[in-house]
C-alpha cells in the first residue's frame, strides 16, 4: 500500500480470527459509576449506529521521513463491516474494506488486496471494523482488549495477540465520546507510529 499505509486504514479499522465467548472478562476495566456503563454499554452504542461518516485528519510519523506525513479526508462505515476511507489530502485515494477484500482506487488505477492472504492488515482494518460494529468478541479474537472509562468518554487499548501482528504492531488505542470513536493511534514496533482524529459525523 502506498505511503506506507499499514498504519492506516486499518482500519483502519479498520480487523478478527479465533471467536472469544461474548463478556469475556475485561482486562485493566475500570468500572466508575454502574450508571455509566462499561465496555459492554459503549459497544451497544456503537453496534446500534449502521451507518457512520466522519471527517478525519491523519498525522504519520515514519522513520524514513523527517517530517510528520499529514493527510485529510472522510471515514465511512456501513454495517456489517463495509469501510471506507476517502482520502482528499495529500492526493486523492480511496481505499475500500468489504469482506476479504481491500481495494485501493488511485490515479484512475484500481488493485485488490485479498485480506485472506494478508493476516496482519487485516487485523488492523478489523480492529476499528470491529469497534465500529461495537463487536466486542470480534476483538478479543485478535487483540487483547483493556478499556478505561465509562460511556462518557472511554479509551479501548488493543495489544495483539498473534506473535505475527506483534512483530508489525506494539498496539492500538482508540478514543471515544459515548457512540462515536474520536481519535485512533497506532504504535508500530519499528517507532513508526499513526494518530488519526475523527470530527464529529456529518448528518
Known amino acids: ?7 492506516a486504514i486499518a482500519a483502519i479499522a479498520l480487523l478478527a480470527t479465533a471467536a472469544a465467548a461474548i463478556g469475556a472478562p475485561q482486562t485493566g476495566a475500570v468500572p466508575g459509576d454502574p450508571s455509566t456503563g462499561g465496555i459492554a454499554a459503549v459497544m451497544r452504542l456503537l453496534g446500534a449506529q449502521p451507518h457512520r461518516r466522519a471527517a478525519f485528519r491523519e498525522r504519520q510519523h515514519l522513520a524514513v521521513l523527517d517530517r510528520p506525513l499529514l493527510s ?6 456501513d454495517a456489517p ?26 490515479d484512475g488505477r484500481r488493485r485488490v488486496l485479498d485480506l485472506s492472504n494478508a493476516k496482519g492488515v487485516a487485523a488492523l482494518i478489523g480492529s476499528l471494523r470491529a469497534t465500529l460494529a461495537g463487536d466486542e468478541p470480534a476483538l478479543r479474537r485478535d487483540f487483547r482488549v483493556e478499556f478505561r472509562g465509562d460511556v462518557s468518554r472511554w479509551t479501548l487499548r488493543l ?21 462515536e470513536l474520536r481519535r485512533v493511534v497506532i504504535r508500530a514496533t519499528n517507532g513508526d507510529s499513526s494518530v488519526m482524529r475523527l470530527a464529529e459525523p456529518a448528518r
Not at 485529510?72 to 462505515?77: P, Q
Open 72 to 77: 485529510s479526508g472522510e471515514l465511512i462505515y
Open 1 to 7: 500500500m502506498s505511503r506506507s499505509r499499514g498504519c
Open 81 to 106: 463491516g463495509r469501510l471506507e476511507e476517502r482520502l482528499i489530502t495529500p492526493h486523492p485515494e480511496t481505499l475500500i474494506a468489504a469482506g476479504d477484500r481491500l481495494l485501493v482506487e488511485r
Open 159 to 179: 495489544t495483539p495477540r498473534s506473535a505475527a501482528l506483534a512483530r508489525r504492531v506494539t498496539a492500538i488505542r482508540i478514543d471515544g465520546v459515548r457512540g
